[in-house]
């Protein structure tokens, strides 16, 4: 009886690990498929909840990317910024509900990627994604590669960080949502705020911390103005940790109805992806004739 007992358990062993090895190959299968569509055949509608969990996460620095929308538009910057794309996963294995794969990304930047304007420039890249399956979806994504080869086959000085235009697009994209407290948590605690000389919020520089910027500037912003818009908004990554924000504003001033549409410049600067310090250039003129009307 004790072999026969043995025997069964041996048994029940064996097809729960072909069950288990059954599920992983399921998973990469799924995984492999997924993200050919999405590369090679630029269908990026496909990052869903059909395919990915609702709460994907991009694991990266200085915080991760969680969410199908965020997700969906980080990976967006490699379909519509790069063309004669080729990409090849070279390995791709599995162990419990984790995939690792080997992979090659090839293609021509002809378009926006990240803030960075097209260089032409064809790229050869070679990394490694670590990636969590949940439920036969897509969990969690941490990709590894050579950034400054990147920026080199760019044409761009490498030591440049790609980084710190992303977390400065997703400020503005926080400030377009009017998430205050997501735009709170990129600022370093003891960050230093510099409206332009002579416009009227001024009085307060420098404003130090997230408590006074948000006293001293947006709280007033809010109240004294219908609306304020940036438009023809165009990032331009720098040396030194600095990334360059040029568009225009456009507002309506609340006590008389008067709007500006007028020119103006941020020079944000960044360390280890918190924003320490920000300076704003404007028409401060134009915007002063404009609430004296």
Known sequence: MKTLRNLS???VVIFL??????????NITIYSNVWDKIINDGNIDLINDANFDTNITLVSN????VGIEDF??????FITGFSDIEFTINEIFGQNDKIVKHWNFKGT?????FGIPATGKTVDLSGA?????KDGKIAQEQDFMDNLDFMSQLGLDPFLNPGNTIAIRKIYDDFAKGDIEAVGAAL???VVWNEAENFPLADGNPYVGFEAILNGVFARIGSEWEYWNLTNLEL???TNNKVLATGRYEAKYKKNGAIINLQMAHLWTLNDGKIVAFQQFADTKGIADAMAK
């Open 9 to 11: 358990l041996l048994l």
């Open 17 to 26: 690990s072909a069950c288990k090895d059954a599920q992983v190959e399921k």
């Open 72 to 77: 969906k538009a980080y990976y967006s910057n």
């Open 188 to 190: 370093a605690k003891d």
């Open 109 to 113: 930047h002809s378009g926006n990627f």
């Open 236 to 238: 331009h990554e720098m």
């Open 62 to 65: 200085p915080e991760n990317i």
């Open 129 to 133: 994604t670590i990636a969590v399956m």
